[in-house]
């Protein structure tokens, strides 16, 4: 199973894409590892960013996304570009988990591998999402 780990900030999206070999988890690198959404209020725009979270998905053949979910209410609430994009993900045709920050924190915590060489500052909560929706799915 090939789960593609999201964190959305503002209007981008970076991926870290996240297999299990042996029982252990393995970084897979990708040509692609942000997608920016430029004008949000231009239809084209949306439908072509979605197109490119479709073609990602199928050229990686990703079987899900784990997205970190970001506070709907208070001083560290997402934007409304970020809920759009969380939105686009959903649409994409794969299966989407939302990941709660503080589970997500908590499981870093509990995580003994870590974060393995090669994935980037800006992919770690990204790497870490597919990590979670992998134990929670039974793989490692």
């Keep these: 199973m090939k789960v593609c780990g999201v964190e959305i ?3 981008e999206a970076a991926f870290a894409v996240v297999t299990v070999n ?5 970084f897979i690198a990708t040509g692609t590892k942000k997608l920016a959404l ?3 209020k231009d239809a084209a725009g ?3 960013y979605l197109q490119a979270i479709k ?3 199928h050229e990686n053949n990703i079987d899900a996304f784990a997205i970190k979910a970001r506070a709907q209410k208070g001083d560290r609430r997402g934007g409304a570009i970020s809920f759009k994009i969380e939105t686009l ?3 994409s ?3 989407v988990l939302l990941i709660n920050p503080v589970a997500l924190s908590n499981f870093g915590k509990k995580n003994i591998a870590g974060v393995p060489g090669g994935v980037l500052k800006y992919q770690e909560d990204a790497f870490r999402c597919a990590a979670y929706y992998l134990q929670n799915a039974g793989e490692i």
């Design 9 to 11: 900030s503002g209007s």
């Design 22 to 26: 042996d029982g252990d988890l393995a």
């Design 38 to 40: 430029g004008d949000d």
């Design 46 to 48: 949306i439908k072509a």
């Design 55 to 57: 073609s990602f998905a």
């Design 89 to 91: 993900f959903q649409l």
């Design 93 to 95: 045709d794969c299966p």
